[in-house]
Nanobody, 121 residues
Framework: VQLVESGGGLVQPGGSLRLSCAAS????????VGWFRQAVGKEREEVAA????????RYADSVKGRFTISRDNVKNTVSLQMNSLRPEDTAVYYC???????????????WGQGTQVTVSS
């Protein structure tokens, strides 16, 4: 299974970015999906997650109302729309997936290589 993120880059505060994650070797529709991030000197944190059924997403308090996770089962991609970006959102963002239980245990089977997001003026 290979996960490849794209869409990262440099954006000014208040701007938007859309991250995408493409999978090979596994269908996202077969399990849960999510996004994590890790900033320099900080622990890795979950940003957003979506369970197997595609029901109510789960978001970190710091991104609620600004970020949206979505899944396209036809294209087999997962996206993270990020609006109203802040300097504190600067981090490497990772796509994750795994079986349905991953959503509840927060232990994910598969990780992408990450994409850098930098929010700075």
């Amino acid at each position: 299974v290979q996960l490849v993120e794209s869409g990262g880059g440099l954006v000014q505060p208040g701007g938007s970015l859309r991250l995408s994650c493409a999978a090979s070797g596994r269908a996202f529709s077969s399990g849960a999906v999510g996004w994590f991030r890790q900033a320099v000197g900080k622990e890795r944190e979950e940003v957003a997650a979506l369970d197997w059924s595609g029901g109510t997403p789960r978001y970190a308090d710091s991104v609620k109302g600004r970020f949206t996770i979505s899944r396209d089962n036809v294209k087999n991609t997962v996206s993270l729309q990020m609006n109203s970006l802040r300097p504190e959102d600067t981090a490497v963002y990772y796509c994750v997936t795994g079986n349905a239980g991953n959503y509840y245990t927060n232990t994910w089977d598969y990780w992408g290589q990450g994409t850098q997001v930098t929010v700075s003026s």
